[in-house]
């Protein structure tokens, strides 16, 4: 993205991975350093987003693939116009709970469809827009699995899908990060979560002294 000054940051990882934890502690460090900071998520960072969210998480039945691809893609649209794109020109530091690399991961990967496709449908939908910093969370789907039976809460549509998926889903994640290596920052979901942070504040510490 051109013409911002602010800091935009993604987390990306398979369910289970903690993302939601270290969104909240780097949210925390950054406004006590005071900056001002926008927190969101896809599916359902929007007004029209949640509505999205509603289909694609609890629709009872099948989607096809496709037509998951594309609401997935047109919550990012509606999300990047209205909420995220105004909040970088305002200076903010944009913590968002998944992107377009998530699209890639599940609809690519995991519903077979072509990555490449998923990526340009998603850069179409965004006007070509790329965060400054995408952490992923990465962990073994069955570690992920065993800590969300544990959270004991109602499986989603896509949480609920079989071990293989979440398997292609995880590496997946990994050959993007492979691929862009500087946007990207791999950590290991199994350490503790204030490892991880501190991890992740190192890098975003060097991000924003720039700005
Ligand atoms: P998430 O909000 O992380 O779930 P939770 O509220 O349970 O933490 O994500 C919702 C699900 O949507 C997750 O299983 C991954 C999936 N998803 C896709 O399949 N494609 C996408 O483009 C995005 C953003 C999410």
Same mark, same amino acid.
Do not use: C
């Given at each position: 993205?051109?013409?911002?000054?602010?800091?935009?940051?993604?987390?990306?990882?398979?369910?289970?991975?903690?993302?939601?934890? &270290? !969104?909240?502690?780097? @949210?925390?460090?950054?406004? @006590?350093?005071?900056?001002?900071?926008?927190?969101?998520? #896809?599916?359902?960072?929007?007004?029209?987003?949640?509505?999205?969210?509603?289909?694609?998480?609890?629709?009872?039945?099948?989607?096809?693939?496709? =037509? @998951?691809?594309?609401?997935?893609?047109?919550?990012?649209?509606?999300?990047?116009?209205?909420?995220?794109?105004? /909040?970088?020109?305002?200076?903010?530091?944009?913590?968002?709970?998944?992107?377009?690399?998530? $699209?890639?991961?599940? &609809?690519?990967?995991? %519903?077979?469809?072509? /990555?490449?496709?998923? %990526?340009?449908?998603?850069?179409?939908?965004? #006007?070509? =827009?790329?965060?400054?910093?995408?952490?992923?969370?990465?962990?073994?789907? &069955?570690? /992920?699995?065993?800590?969300?039976?544990?959270?004991?809460?109602? *499986?989603?549509?896509? #949480? =609920?899908?079989?071990? @293989? *998926?979440?398997?292609?889903?995880?590496? =997946? *994640?990994?050959?993007? !990060?492979?691929? #862009?290596?500087?946007? *990207?920052?791999?950590?290991?979901?199994?350490?503790?979560? $204030?490892?991880?942070?501190?991890?992740?504040?190192?890098?975003?510490?060097?991000?924003?002294?720039?700005?």
């Amino acid at each position: 993205m051109t013409d911002r000054r602010g800091l935009w940051i993604t987390l990306e990882g398979g369910d289970g991975a903690g993302k939601t934890t &270290q !969104a909240n502690l780097l @949210e925390t460090w950054l406004s @006590e350093a005071g900056r001002t900071v926008l927190r969101t998520r #896809e599916p359902g960072g929007s007004e029209v987003g949640q509505l999205i969210r509603d289909i694609v998480l609890h629709h009872r039945g099948d989607i096809a693939p496709r =037509a @998951e691809a594309l609401l997935y893609a047109a919550d990012r649209a509606h999300h990047v116009a209205t909420v995220v794109r105004p /909040a970088l020109e305002r200076g903010d530091v944009v913590i968002q709970d998944r992107y377009l690399d998530s $699209s890639v991961a599940y &609809q690519g990967a995991g %519903r077979v469809l072509d /990555a490449d496709e998923i %990526r340009n449908l998603s850069l179409w939908a965004t #006007e070509g =827009a790329l965060p400054d910093l995408t952490v992923l969370l990465d962990l073994d789907p &069955q570690v /992920a699995r065993t800590r969300l039976d544990a959270a004991d809460k109602p *499986f989603d549509r896509l #949480e =609920a899908e079989k071990l @293989e *998926f979440h398997v292609r889903v995880r590496d =997946a *994640f990994l050959a993007l !990060a492979d691929a #862009e290596s500087a946007r *990207f920052l791999v950590l290991d979901a199994a350490a503790s979560p $204030s490892e991880i942070a501190d991890a992740v504040r190192t890098r975003v510490a060097s991000l924003v002294t720039d700005r």
